[in-house]
């Protein structure tokens, strides 16, 4: 079946540093979702990209899909506490479905 | 705060038991959402009503048992569970852009605060 795998699991930076999270699917996608989910929370969606090639900004996040719409990234600059949780991306098949496969997720620390 | 309900928060039940969680939205949304997640994984999808029909049932256990009432409400009945469903079941909805094969996707997700189930 489908799947849908984040790297890295984990990634624990000092503030003030970038980080990134990749996405990759096994199949084509017609769009991706990123959420958010903060520790005892639940996830919060955050953007939605359907071109291929698409680039997207959020202050400080910037989401990319890729080309052949398999895979995606997530980017954020300077890192603050608050980004602290886990971002999963999660992929709408081709076809016509509401089937939407979250990845495996990358969970985020932020040491002050 | 999140726009979708669910109730209870937190719910402890036998083996034995026999129980409902519930989940309400007033947005208009006509997609409604089961999933569960265990601690560190992500969501799984259990089911998802489209105008209030079942549409996917990812090979649920038919110890629980979803109910879509209305375009508002989405239940989830709960029998004879096992320990390992002990888990966090999120509910969620989105919209829709009508009918048809290529309009019909689904938008953004919303999801509630979920629902902490624990089975002994």
């Known amino acids: 079946g489908q799947q849908v795998m984040q790297i890295p699991q984990y990634q624990h930076v000092q503030e003030g540093e970038d980080f990134t999270t990749y996405c990759n699917s096994s199949t084509t996608l017609s769009n991706i979702q990123w959420y958010k989910q903060r520790p005892g929370g639940h996830p919060v969606f955050l953007i939605q990209?359907?071109?291929?090639?698409e680039v997207k900004k959020q202050k400080r996040l910037t989401f990319q899909f890729g080309e052949a719409k398999k895979n995606s990234s997530l980017h954020i600059t300077a890192t603050q506490t608050t980004d602290v949780g886990t971002y999963f991306c999660a992929g709408l098949k081709g076809d016509s479905s509401y089937k939407l496969i979250f990845g495996s997720g990358t969970r985020l620390l932020v040491r002050p | 705060d999140t726009e979708v309900t669910q109730t209870p928060k937190h719910l402890v039940m036998g083996m034995t038991n026999k129980k409902s969680l519930k989940c309400e939205q007033h947005?208009?949304?006509?997609?409604m959402y089961w999933y569960k997640q265990k601690a560190k994984k992500p969501p799984e999808l259990m089911f998802v009503y489209s105008y209030e029909k079942l549409s996917i049932n990812e090979s649920v256990p038919s110890r629980f048992s979803p109910e879509c009432p209305n375009s508002s409400l989405l239940n989830l009945h709960l029998h004879a569970l096992q320990p390992e469903d002990s888990a966090l079941y999120l509910c969620?909805?989105?919209?829709?852009?009508?009918?048809?094969?290529?309009?019909?996707?689904?938008?953004?997700?919303?999801f509630g605060e979920g629902s902490r189930l624990t089975v002994l």
């Open positions: 990209l359907v071109k291929s090639g």
């Open positions: 947005m208009g949304h006509r997609a």
């Open positions: 969620a909805s989105s919209q829709v852009r009508g009918p048809g094969r290529i309009a019909d996707r689904p938008g953004e997700l919303f």
